[in-house]
């Protein structure tokens, strides 16, 4: 498909440095941005995400920025559907999209499609969610481990959401998640370059802890205190946020909740990075080194 058109995807973890490289390379082409962040897309976070600053979207257009509620919901598939639609609307005037974020699995299922799995039965999701509120992450792995042994096997056995999610399927369906995960690619009709931005880990922890300590001082904490009445929500079960939830009951200093903030966002990246050097398709460049330049003509 060499005279395709292209959609260039920039990954990499938190704090790298994604978004500027992201409108420049959008400049460069002369084109749209999509964001494949899972948490950017709501329109009542902003300083806990990391949104890019008015000044930068006014430079590019951007899309899946504040584009739905957090009392929507949205995940890999609604993402899958919006960007593909949004792709080919761009593409009738433009040969290329620039794609920016470090939602691995919206990356993925852009790029490769998802398995379908039967439609659950909400009540049975919110019955998981009530019960791991209440009895915590010990009971969920419990429950995952002895309804669905060979997931359990495989899965990652620390992530609550994706531990749910196998257990509703196993719950709505008397099946494994596993058996709907046949690993079908789907087949896009454009190029995908995939672009990953990296650091050495201390600089890239040093980035995180400033970064951290700049969304305290734009009002991170306001932001979460405003939010506070929503937080039954799956949107805002998230890091920037949830650390908040002590600190407001009178349980925890300020301080502690922002070092929180930085250690999980630190996890967080580190995260980030497992999943997609697992990925062979994307060539990796040092931050600080990349250029437009490199890519177009490359």
């Known amino acids: ?6 959609v260039y995807i920039i990954v990499g973890p938190t704090a790298v440095g994604k ?7 959008a400049q460069a082409l002369q084109t749209d941005i999509i964001s494949a962040d899972a948490r950017q897309c709501y329109q ?10 008015q000044l930068e979207l ?20 609604v993402f899958e559907k919006y960007a593909l639609e949004k792709v080919n609307e761009i593409f009738k005037q433009k040969d290329a999209v620039v794609m920016v974020g470090g939602t691995g699995l919206y990356i993925k299922a852009f790029c490769e499609g998802l398995d379908v799995i039967p439609e659950i039965d909400p009540e049975i999701r919110e019955g998981i969610i009530k019960q791991y509120e209440n009895l915590g992450l010990r009971w969920l792995q419990k429950e995952v481990s002895v309804k669905d042994p060979a997931y359990w096997a495989r899965g990652e056995q620390l992530n609550p959401q994706r531990l749910m999610r196998a257990l509703e399927v196993m719950l709505g369906t008397k099946a ?18 995939k672009i990953g931005m990296e650091m050495p880990r201390p600089l890239l922890y040093e980035c995180i802890n400033k970064r951290v300590l700049n969304m305290v001082d734009d009002g991170l904490e ?9 937080f039954n929500l799956n949107a805002l079960q998230t890091v920037g946020y949830k650390e ?15 070092e929180s903030i930085q250690q999980n966002t630190r996890h967080y990246a580190k995260r980030q990075m497992t999943w997609f050097k697992k990925d062979p398709e994307i060539k990796w460049y040092e931050a600080s080194m990349i250029s437009s330049d490199q890519i177009i003509g490359g």
Do not use: C, Y
């Open 1 to 6: 498909m060499s005279d395709a058109k292209t």
């Open 19 to 25: 978004t500027a490289f992201a409108i420049s390379l």
């Open 44 to 53: 009542e976070m902003n300083v806990g995400v990391a949104r890019p600053s």
């Open 58 to 77: 006014d430079t590019v257009s951007h899309h899946f920025i504040g584009s739905h509620s957090i009392h929507n919901i949205v995940n890999a598939s």
């Open 176 to 193: 494994s998640i596993l058996t709907f995960q046949q690993k079908n690619k789907a087949i896009r009709t454009f190029n995908i370059v």
């Open 222 to 230: 306001q932001e979460v205190k405003s939010l506070l009445p929503n």
């Open 244 to 258: 908040w939830v002590p600190f407001f009951a009178g349980n925890m200093e300020k301080s502690r909740v922002i």
